[in-house]
Nanobody
Framework: QVQLVESGGGLVQAGGSLRLSCAAS????????MGWFRQAPGKEREFTAA????????YYADSMKGRFTISRDNAKNTVYLQMNNLKPEDTAVYFC????????????????WGRGTQVTVSS
């Protein structure tokens, strides 16, 4: 079974950028759709972006389009989330997750999760 570890979070000023990484252990990384979700205090976990196993298809929440870019390097068992033009409302814990199903936006379809990395955007 795949294990996921996020990194790259931190404190950034509004308008700045961060690049999150999710390192996966396991032999079948390329078979998984990988997703990024975020959860702010007092709010539900929400979908941010996902990428197909091959990397050929990407999916984004409307609020992230044009600012966030998801990518993956299957040779390194790693998925990335490049976040640009960050806003205070982007402040949240960001989670990496893996699914073997066709559901890429609903967190209920993701069976494996990382522990999360904190992103804080100040104004």
């Amino acid at each position: 079974q795949v294990q996921l570890v996020e990194s790259g979070g931190g404190l950034v000023q509004a308008g700045g950028s961060l690049r999150l990484s999710c390192a996966a252990s396991g032999r079948s990384f390329s078979a998984y759709v990988m997703g990024w979700f975020r959860q702010a205090p007092g709010k539900e976990r929400e979908f941010t972006a996902a990428i197909s196993g091959s990397g050929d298809s990407t999916y984004y929440a409307d609020s992230m389009k044009g600012r966030f870019t998801i990518s993956r390097d299957n040779a390194k068992n790693t998925v990335y989330l490049q976040m640009n033009n960050l806003k205070p409302e982007d402040t949240a814990v960001y989670f990496c997750a893996a699914t073997s199903t066709y559901g890429v936006r609903d967190p209920k379809f993701y069976g494996t999760w990382g522990r999360g990395t904190q992103v804080t955007v100040s104004s």
